[in-house]
């Protein structure tokens, strides 16, 4: 059974950093390219940062600068530091690992950027 269980976002004042993970099982994950997505409430689900299994990272254009994403192939989690974060970073974010035609999604977390 492949699950992808993200850590709990949070509440975070404006400026301030939360980093994510994701853990994966029942995938092979060095083989997996990663991505971390967000929907915020209203709008469409939209990247915002990818690895692929050989480290090449891509980055949405709101994020690029502020957020910095990474992965662990021994312990099959996939990471993400944002900082600076804005009010406008409010989202459930979601991981992603895709391979050929294949994905998978997590259930997603929620961040909260307020003061």
């Known amino acids: 059974q492949v699950q992808l269980v993200e850590s709990r976002g949070g509440l975070v004042q404006p400026g301030g950093s939360l980093r994510l993970s994701c853990t994966t099982s029942?995938?092979?994950?060095?083989?997996?390219?990663m991505g971390w997505y967000r929907q915020a409430p209203g709008k469409q689900r939209e990247l915002v940062a990818s690895?692929?299994?050989?480290?090449?990272?891509n980055y949405g254009n709101s994020v690029k600068g502020r957020f910095t994403i990474s992965r662990d192939n021994a312990k099959n989690t996939v990471y993400l530091q944002m900082n600076s974060l804005k009010a406008e970073d409010t989202a459930d974010y979601f991981c992603?690992?895709?391979?050929?035609?294949?994905?998978?999604w997590g259930k997603g977390t929620l961040v909260t950027v307020s003061s």
């Open positions: 690895i692929r299994s050989g480290g090449i990272t």
């Open positions: 992603n690992a895709y391979v050929g035609t294949v994905q998978y």
């Open positions: 029942g995938i092979i994950f060095s083989i997996y390219h």
